[in-house]
Each structure stands twice: as C-alpha cells, then as structure tokens.
C-alpha cells in the first residue's frame, strides 16, 4: 500500500508526584515497550486460586455492581447521575453504571462519563443524519487503582489529554470517555477496553436524557487509548453489529505486544514500573491462567504490593531504573524473551491487534510516527490486512515523529477525519 504523508479534511487520580513534561513524554513512549518485556518475563505457569492482587474497590457506591447483575444485558444502564464538567466550556455532564463483559464474557459494571455540548441534548447541524454525533474517546490510562480511572482524571487534572476534547464538543458532537480499564483496573487487557468501549457507546445511547438514541458514532485513542478503539472496532462486527460506527481514528497502536517483548531489552530503565503494572493488570484479568507471583524474588514481591492502587506517577517512581534481574527471580528474568508458554502466548495473541481476527467493517484513520519505538513495520502490516479484508484504510506515517510526538500531530487529523466521516463523505484510502 502506498503511505500518505498528510490526512485530508474539512475545515487518574492519587498518585505521589504528578509526572513533569518529560515524564509524561515518556510514560507514552513506553506504554507498550516494558509491558510485553514484562509480560515475557513473569507471566507463566498456572496460579493458586487467589493469585492476582486486586485495587481497593472504589469507595463511591455509585461504581458498586448490583447482585443482580447477570439479568442486564450488555449496555444496560445500571445507574446514573450528572457531574459538573470544569474545564468543558459549559458542558452538560453525567456518569453512567453500565453492564459489560469481562475478557472470559462474565458479566461486569463498567461507568463511563458523557459530556454533552453547550446547548442541550438532541441533534446537531454537525451529523449527516440522525442525532447529534457521538464520539467516543479512549484515553491512555496507565494505573492500577480504580481512583485512577478517566471518570476522575478526566476533571481532577490527571488526565493530560482531557482539553483536546474541546475540539470535537466546540464542533456540537457529544463525547463520551469509557473507564475501559474495568472495574479492576487491568491495565494491559486490550480485548477487555474493547468490549467495555462497545458496551458504553451502548449505554449512552440508551441513556434518554441525553438523546442520543438516533446518532452515529466514532471512535478515537491514541496508545493504550488506541489499542481499546482498536478493539472496539475489530469487535464490533461480532459484539455490538447494531452500532452506526462511521469511522475510527487510531493513533501509535502497539499492534503485537508478544512481537515487541521479543525487541526490547533488559537493560535498567526509567519507566520499568509502567511494564511490571502491565503484567499485574493481566494477571487480574486472566486470574486462572496466570501468575507472577512465584516468578518473583522479594523485591519483585515489595514492588506488586506498593503499586496495586498506584496511578502512573507513583508507578514511575517506584519502578524506576529497574530490570527484570531487580524483581524477578533468576531463571525468569533469564527467560524473559524467551516465550514457549502455551497460555501466555494465547493470552498476548488475544490482546494483540494483529493476531486477533477480527477486522473493522467501519473505515479507519491510523496514524504512527515513523521513528516510532512501538514498530511501525507491525502497523504497516495490520493495515495492509485491513486493506485486504476490503476496509476503507487511511494510513499517515508521521516523518520524524516518536511515540510522544505523534499524538500531538495525529488527534487534531483525527478529528478532521470524523467530520467527514459523520457529514457522509466517502472515506479517503491509501490501500
């Protein structure tokens, strides 16, 4: 496929220190690289019962799921309630409690924040039909504790990308921002951020205040935000056909991360801990299959613990200047890249976009720099098998930009790309 240089268009919570600029750079850049190392390294064998270490439950009842959960059906609203919105230009703002599915589809409750533009609900002069347009947007959420999630970072300051959602409420569209970690913070569990995506889109379309019942829907997320709107959209087809997706806009999406722990090394590294929170989230999600802890020597064992609530900052500093050889015992860390578990390997093919075969029906935007450390040449082949599988493909390759810079260029493109996408234009294709 040929590679466009340009897009057509129109027109978390508590932790100890909030990460500075060149932290926060580098939180994205390594969202994905320390995680697969880590996964790679400590994610073997089958566990005792009880294994995973969970967050503390959130402390507001309005996140409790009902004893009769199992009688909703996925996107059902459990619960809601308004929110003030400071920093939104007026926004009209609730919190929804919905039914969702887990990774092994047990029912779950997942919440999601909808904000809705100054005006009112009901329809907007921006869609091509139908209701007011209905973004949804996947943030990078890098945490383990459930008061880290987008439902409070999106208004306590956390959330470093929360003022680009101005630009698509300032265009008339509703914007809704799932807590796609779920209600256990498994940070690393891609397949699960789809499904909750899905299932929140769902629920604020049933949600009747905001009157969005009739709107068209788009999906966008960079990084682990991206991996999520990923996989909402590769599902969608088999999960939630119902839904009018118009278009996707996915930005440095680590296509394999069993791929990119066989290319990283186990050298110290300033954001280690952001790889070791990574292998606890799927330990959380996959509970039955695996097990890190008797990977672990001591130090590994001390580093789970303080960081089970932690949100990205704190992790940064607890894990910093680690290596596998700091945490995990010997023969793991040994065998770090060397991955020949069955379960392990299953369990990184299920969260990886390139080995997992669905596809999206609905167009899509991907961007990704080209002196991106998540390999660009596993973002180029998932695009080509997109394009082969016949979806409407526009492929931007960022010259000179890295995981840190490429959002910056890709998110006001993207969102350039779903207006058009909700204004009925045919969708531009690279293939």
Request: aromatic content about 6%; overall charge negative.
């Given at each position: 496929?040929?590679?466009?240089?340009?897009?057509?268009?129109?027109?978390?919570?508590?932790?100890?220190?909030?990460?500075?600029?060149?932290?926060?750079?580098?939180?994205?850049?390594?969202?994905?690289?320390?995680?697969?190392?880590?996964?790679?390294?400590?994610?073997?064998?089958t566990?005792?019962?009880?294994?995973?270490?969970?967050?503390?439950?959130?402390?507001?009842?309005?996140?409790?799921a009902?004893?009769?959960?199992?009688?909703f059906?996925?996107g059902?609203?459990?619960?809601?309630r308004?929110?003030?919105?400071?920093?939104?230009?007026?926004?009209?703002?609730?919190q929804?409690?919905f039914?969702?599915?887990?990774?092994?589809?047990?029912?779950?409750?997942?919440?999601?924040?909808?904000?809705?533009?100054?005006g009112?609900?009901?329809?907007s002069?921006?869609?091509?039909s139908?209701?007011?347009?209905?973004?949804?947007?996947?943030?990078?959420?890098?945490?383990?504790?459930?008061?880290?999630?987008?439902?409070?970072?999106?208004?306590?300051?956390?959330?470093q990308?929360?003022?680009?959602?101005n630009?698509?409420?300032?265009?008339g569209?509703?914007v809704?921002?799932?807590?796609?970690l779920?209600?256990?913070?498994?940070?690393?569990?891609?397949?699960?951020?789809?499904?909750?995506?899905?299932?929140?889109?769902?629920?604020v379309r049933?949600?009747?205040?905001?009157?969005?019942?009739?709107?068209?829907?788009?999906?966008?997320?960079?990084?682990?935000?991206?991996?999520?709107?990923?996989?909402?959209a590769?599902?969608?087809p088999?999960?939630?056909?119902?839904?009018?997706?118009v278009?996707?806009?996915?930005?440095?999406?680590?296509?394999?991360?069993?791929?990119?722990?066989?290319?990283?090394?186990?050298?110290?590294?300033?954001?280690?801990?952001?790889?070791?929170?990574?292998?606890?989230?799927?330990?959380?999600?996959?509970?039955?299959?695996?097990?890190?802890?008797?990977?672990?020597?001591?130090?590994?064992?001390?580093?789970?613990?303080?960081?089970?609530?932690?949100?990205?900052?704190?992790?940064?500093?607890?894990?910093?200047?680690?290596?596998?050889?700091?945490?995990?015992?010997?023969?793991?860390?040994?065998?770090?890249?060397?991955?020949?578990?069955?379960?392990?390997?299953?369990?990184?093919?299920?969260?990886?976009?390139?080995t997992?075969?669905?596809?999206?029906?609905?167009?899509?935007?991907?961007?990704?720099?080209?002196?991106?450390?998540?390999?660009?040449?596993?973002?180029?082949?998932?695009?080509?098998?997109y394009?082969?599988?016949?979806?409407?493909?526009l492929?931007?390759?960022?010259?000179?930009?890295?995981?840190?810079?490429?959002?910056?260029?890709?998110?006001?493109?993207?969102?350039?790309?779903?207006?058009?996408?909700?204004?009925?234009?045919?969708a531009?294709?690279?293939?």
């Amino acid at each position: 496929m040929t590679v466009r240089q340009a897009v057509p268009s129109t027109c978390q919570g508590r932790a100890t220190a909030r990460p500075q600029t060149s932290s926060a750079r580098g939180l994205r850049r390594a969202l994905t690289l320390l995680a697969a190392t880590a996964l790679a390294a400590g994610l073997t064998g089958t566990p005792p019962a009880g294994a995973a270490i969970y967050p503390v439950a959130d402390p507001d009842g309005f996140y409790w799921a009902p004893p009769d959960l199992a009688n909703f059906q996925p996107g059902d609203v459990i619960r809601s309630r308004p929110v003030a919105t400071p920093g939104f230009l007026g926004a009209t703002g609730y919190q929804l409690l919905f039914r969702s599915n887990d990774s092994h589809d047990n029912p779950i409750a997942a919440a999601t924040t909808l904000l809705i533009p100054a005006g009112g609900a009901g329809s907007s002069d921006t869609g091509s039909s139908g209701g007011r347009p209905l973004l949804s947007y996947q943030p990078f959420v890098n945490s383990l504790g459930t008061h880290c999630a987008p439902s409070h970072s999106l208004f306590n300051g956390e959330m470093q990308e929360a003022v680009a959602l101005n630009l698509p409420l300032t265009r008339g569209w509703a914007v809704n921002v799932p807590d796609h970690l779920g209600p256990t913070s498994a940070y690393g569990a891609a397949q699960l951020g789809g499904k909750i995506t899905l299932d929140s889109i769902r629920a604020v379309r049933r949600f009747e205040p905001a009157h969005l019942a009739d709107s068209q829907v788009g999906l966008t997320g960079y990084s682990g935000g991206g991996m999520a709107t990923g996989f909402a959209a590769a599902l969608a087809p088999d999960y939630a056909p119902e839904l009018p997706i118009v278009g996707v806009a996915q930005g440095g999406v680590p296509a394999n991360i069993g791929k990119l722990a066989l290319e990283v090394g186990q050298t110290p590294h300033a954001l280690f801990g952001l790889g070791f929170a990574a292998a606890i989230g799927l330990e959380r999600e996959y509970p039955a299959e695996l097990n890190m802890g008797p990977q672990l020597n001591d130090s590994g064992l001390a580093l789970r613990d303080q960081i089970a609530n932690a949100c990205a900052g704190e992790i940064i500093s607890a894990g910093a200047n680690r290596s596998f050889y700091d945490v995990f015992l010997p023969a793991a860390a040994q065998a770090g890249l060397n991955r020949t578990d069955p379960t392990l390997i299953r369990v990184l093919h299920e969260n990886s976009l390139e080995t997992f075969p669905g596809v999206p029906r609905a167009p899509v935007y991907q961007w990704h720099g080209d002196a991106d450390q998540v390999n660009p040449g596993l973002v180029r082949e998932l695009a080509g098998r997109y394009c082969h599988a016949g979806t409407p493909m526009l492929l931007e390759m960022v010259p000179g930009a890295d995981h840190a810079t490429s959002v910056l260029t890709g998110l006001p493109h993207a969102f350039a790309y779903m207006s058009d996408r909700f204004a009925g234009l045919p969708a531009p294709s690279n293939c």
